[in-house]
């Protein structure tokens, strides 16, 4: 048995001649030995170890059937799946004035009609719900709760639905955080919501100048007072966008949130990213920002070590794909235009479809399966990407048919992040001895 295509190898830290394997398909680790590392490199059959490390996706009977495996896993995921899932865009208006602004180009009081509205139940009800499918909604802005008369318009009939068929309805929502009081969430969690994600860009007098009220006050205080109202009865992630020049300021946010007892049992997940191009997807907590640029390495992993060291859980390498790729994933905007992601809302070409017309046909014109080349069937970190963001290639003047190539980031980034892992989590989600 060989050792898996799909497999990074590190030397163990604090441990001469020991090494850390980590399965980026699995995402499993063991700790071997160098003469156990050496024997499987070798073939040798009889080691002890070989039945824990199959096991652990790190042994193969063949790696040309590994390869042919993952090139058609995400046509697999697609035919098994039972989930739906919709960004659903209320409104593009908002209580505050970011300076980057994803969606600043096409913002207004533009809101979404109630028969809008009432397409978006029709058509999750025909389509969805009565086919057996479980159906989640994100509700996204602007700011959400601007809309809250169309989140219950929406969450009431199709969670009454959801409940007549024997499927789940829920949504969660993407919001600034500066509405989401205890009243408003107690309102809400009767119509299905399920958690929320809220922003801080660092801590106050840093967020209070990136994400100010449209009248120009502060709205962290704000934030943080509903984060301390409503962490019990809503699950909460919280996301925040830096920058160069201010990422190292970002603990003090953390520090911020113990003293208010705004400790980490009472926050799903914390997670920080670098401010994106306009029009981006990073408020959609999406993951897929990444660049080249050393700092931005370093950033990342000296924010993710400041979270983990305070006991708060973050992000961990997860196979991953872009969601252009899964085929019951959704992006519907305020007139019922339907896109892939929301970073395409706006680019023309890019809309695949209306609520009213259904989806047309977008394996072309978003190249579905770009990723299918030999450069990235051999690479290692093939299920860590899938071929990266479709947006962010754009961004960066290419086409869709190219992979936005994780590679540079990964070798400068992967084998701190599961050092870190090893350090923070708990001993029973620690590595594998061997």
Same mark, same amino acid.
């Given at each position: 048995? !060989? ?30 030995? /160098? ?70 180009? %096409?913002? /207004? ?34 700011? #959400? $709760? ?10 009431? !009939? ?15 929502? =993407? ?12 309102? $809400? =969690?009767?119509?299905? $919501? ?11 007098? =840093?967020?209070?100048?990136?994400? #100010? ?37 970002? !603990? ?11 400790? #980490? ?8 990213? #670098? =401010? ?20 931005? %390495?370093?950033?990342?992993? %000296? ?73 990235? $069937? ?18 960066? /003047? ?12 990964l070798d400068a980034t992967l084998e701190r992040i599961l050092l ?13 001895? /061997?």
């Amino acid at each position: 048995m !060989p050792l898996s295509q799909y497999l990074k190898i590190y030397p163990a830290k604090d441990r001469p001649d020991h090494f850390l394997l980590f399965s980026t398909l699995r995402t499993s680790t063991a700790i071997v030995s /160098g003469d156990t590392l050496r024997s499987l490199q070798q073939g040798d059959e009889s080691l002890p170890e070989r039945d824990a490390l199959s096991r652990l996706g790190m042994l193969v009977d063949d790696r040309a059937a590994e390869r042919g495996e993952m090139r058609g896993m995400l046509e697999r995921v697609n035919a098994k799946s039972r989930s739906f899932s919709a960004v659903v865009v209320l409104n593009l208006d908002c209580n505050l004035d970011c300076g980057y602004c994803y969606e600043a180009d %096409f913002r /207004g009081g533009h809101y979404m009609s109630e028969e809008t509205a009432d397409l978006v139940v029709e058509t999750f009800l025909r389509d969805r719900i009565t086919r057996g499918h479980d159906v989640a909604i994100s509700f996204y802005g602007g700011e #959400p $709760l601007l809309s809250q008369d169309l989140i219950a318009r929406i969450s009431e !009939p199709l969670l009454n639905g959801a409940q007549r068929h024997g499927v789940n309805y829920s949504f969660t929502l =993407v919001t600034n955080g500066t509405l989401l009081n205890r009243e408003t969430a107690k309102r $809400l =969690v009767p119509l299905g $919501l399920k958690g929320a994600k809220f922003t801080l860009d660092g801590p106050r007098e =840093v967020h209070d100048v990136e994400r #100010p009220y449209a009248c120009g006050a502060g709205s962290f205080d704000t934030i943080v007072d509903n984060l301390a109202q409503i962490w019990d009865i809503v699950p909460i992630q919280l996301g925040g966008n830096f920058r160069e020049g201010n990422y190292r300021q970002f !603990p003090r946010l953390l520090d911020h949130l113990i003293s208010r007892g705004i400790t #980490p049992e009472k926050l799903r997940h914390v997670q920080f990213t #670098p =401010v994106t191009p306009k029009a981006g997807c990073s408020d959609c907590g999406s993951g897929c920002a990444s660049s080249e640029e050393p700092w931005l %390495f370093e950033a990342l992993l %000296f924010l993710r070590e400041e979270i983990m060291t305070r006991g708060f859980a973050t992000s961990r390498p997860l196979v991953s794909a872009c969601i252009v790729e899964l085929q019951d994933n959704i992006v519907v905007d305020r007139e019922g235009a339907l896109y892939k992601c929301p970073a395409f809302m706006g680019w023309d070409g890019l809309c695949v479809g209306t609520l009213a017309g259904g989806i047309k046909e977008y394996g072309d014109s978003h190249c579905i399966g770009n990723w299918r080349i030999d450069a990235c $069937l051999d690479c290692s970190y093939l299920p860590l990407c899938f071929g990266g963001c479709r947006f962010l290639t754009m961004v960066k /003047g290419g086409s869709m048919e190219e992979v936005d190539c994780k590679q540079k980031f990964l070798d400068a980034t992967l084998e701190r992040i599961l050092l870190q892992n090893m350090e923070h989590l708990p001993k029973s989600r620690k590595a594998q001895q /061997g």
